[in-house]
């Protein structure tokens, strides 16, 4: 009898699960409650401490290369990174590979340099949409104004403030790249290894295990993973943003996982053995 | 951009996303509307990236400009399209063997030494400097190494797989499994986060500044489920009686 109420269990309409997990995930939104992120992992405090450590006026080339489908995991860390590059007076240029990037820039840098009274030419740069990336970041390391002699807003890219000084890849202090695509393995390939250049690199939940290899031999020098790394990287700046404030979701719904599972294998259990 | 136009974008915004997520309770018009609207958005998007981004700036700009070097890549690029036409498709072969050439020269050597030379150097060299690490740090080597060893032997299959040799695959297989299981969950982490993200923006939509456009598009979809049960009901109950 207990047995086949049990049963039913497994017969359960799997959008009553759908729903379920639509609340989980909603009610925060609604209603935050807090929930801390307490653990900072590894990766993402080597990633602050590089950009931390680098002298104010250092040039950093920020390559975000991400588009609305996997926006809600990486524009968090980009902000948070851009935040960072400002609060630190670093100087930022901005290139992507990914067409759809370029409208998620325009979001980062309509508000984020307007909060540290940065000025678009003299503090930071961002430059037009390139096809054909590796070509684009081999090109660069011989003459940076081989490809990109104007800005996005088609201003001569020798001309402005921000890029004084800087030539090839020789003159830039590190590379920021936020992708969801294998961006940041060219970055690591054709860039890093080759022109000792640092890359530091956010990347998706899914992708995040498969640069553990990068990370161990120093080729990047700090990962930030998912909506999670972003959090950290936020909390890490003192800067709470979308990251932080989607925890509260990420833990709820992952506890909701935990649940399930646990009681579907208890009843599994109890089902054979009793 | 005019508060009309992003009214109209979030209108726009919220009704897809709904619709495609209606499908997790049934398929239904509004679905195959946002499907078939994703599709030809996707065309047409891309369309335009070719033409802005690369054929005007790369192509027609440097031609207007007398530059005429960029005829070589063009028509080596064109010739890829002779792959549509049986009787002339041998051109294309040209095209090919320069993208072959060239990704091959770019990829090999960076491949040979980032994935391959470095990350044997990376699970050799702790094991040189083991005098001056931790024990934890040892262990984690050791560790790092022997699962390498396992892995790798478990594709190796110029050797049965029995006895000692049996037991080194079984374990590398274990190695290979504790990745997957942390891919698997990382995955998970990462399909929740964007659903947070699609949820955020519903919520955002559904302000009284986009006149409540979650809500209300919301409200509709509940609604049709609702009318269309109830007609599939009669019409069950009509063809039972006949």
Same mark, same amino acid.
């Given at each position: 009898m207990l047995k086949e109420k049990l049963q039913k269990f497994f017969k359960i309409d799997r959008r009553w699960i759908f729903l379920l997990l639509a609340v989980v995930l909603f009610a925060p939104i609604i209603k =935050?409650?807090?929930? =801390?992120?307490k653990t900072i992992s590894r990766d993402v405090q080597h990633a602050f401490d590089y950009i931390d450590k680098l002298p104010a006026g250092s040039f950093v080339l920020f390559s975000l290369d991400y588009d609305p489908a996997t926006r809600p995991e990486l524009h968090p860390q980009a902000v948070a990174m851009v935040r960072h590059a400002f609060k630190k007076n670093l100087r930022v240029g901005v290139v992507t590979y990914i067409a759809g990037s370029t409208g998620l820039i325009g979001q980062i840098f309509a508000t984020v340099p307007a909060e540290y009274k940065k000025v678009n030419g003299s503090d930071y740069v961002i430059f037009p949409y390139m096809a054909n990336a590796v070509a684009v970041m081999t090109q660069m390391a011989s003459d940076f104004y081989g490809i990109y002699d104007k800005d996005q807003d088609g201003r001569d890219a020798r001309t402005l403030p921000v890029m004084q000084g800087i030539k090839n890849y020789k003159n830039i202090a590190m590379i920021v790249s936020i992708t969801g695509t294998s961006m940041l393995d060219y970055w690591v390939a054709y860039v890093g290894d080759k022109f000792s250049v640092p890359v530091v690199g956010g990347v998706t939940a899914i992708s995040q295990p498969g640069y553990g290899p990068y990370l161990q031999t120093g080729q990047l020098k700090g990962l930030i993973g998912g909506m999670k790394g972003a959090a950290e990287y936020e909390s890490l700046i003192k800067e709470p943003g979308k990251g932080t404030s989607g925890i509260d979701s990420l833990n709820l719904a992952h506890l909701l996982v935990l649940a399930l599972i646990l009681t579907s294998n208890i009843i599994l259990l109890i089902i054979k053995y009793l | 951009m005019s508060e009309t136009w992003m009214i109209a974008g979030a209108w726009i915004a919220a009704g897809l996303t709904v619709f495609l997520f209606s499908f997790l309770y049934k398929d239904n018009p509004f679905f195959k509307i946002a499907e078939h609207l994703y599709l030809g958005a996707g065309m047409g998007w891309w369309f335009q990236v070719y033409v802005?981004?690369?054929? !005007?700036?790369?192509v027609w700009t440097p031609l207007v400009n007398h530059d005429w070097m960029v005829l070589i890549p063009a028509i080596l690029g064109l010739s890829l399209v002779t792959q549509f036409v049986p009787k002339i498709s041998w051109v294309s072969r040209y095209g090919f063997t320069f993208l072959m050439g060239y990704g091959s020269g770019l990829a090999i050597p960076a491949g040979l030494s980032t994935d391959f030379i470095s990350q044997i150097g990376g699970t050799i060299r702790p094991l040189s400097m083991m005098a001056s690490m931790t024990p934890w740090a040892i262990f984690n080597s050791l560790l790092v190494a022997f699962g390498v060893i396992c892995v790798l032997f478990y594709f &190796? &299959?110029?050797?049965?797989?029995? !006895?000692h040799f049996k037991k080194v695959s079984n374990i590398g297989v274990y190695f290979l499994m504790i990745y997957f299981g942390a891919a698997f969950g990382n995955t998970v982490m990462a399909r929740f986060s964007l659903l947070y993200g699609r949820f955020d923006d519903l919520y955002t939509f559904s302000a009284s500044k986009y006149l409540y456009a979650t809500q209300i598009i919301l409200a509709g979809m509940i609604i049709y489920f609702a009318i269309h049960g109830l007609m599939n009901r009669g019409k069950k109950q009509a063809e039972a009686v006949n």
């Open positions: =935050p409650i807090g929930l =801390p992120n | 802005y981004n690369i054929l !005007g700036p790369k &190796f &299959f110029s050797v049965e797989h029995k !006895g």
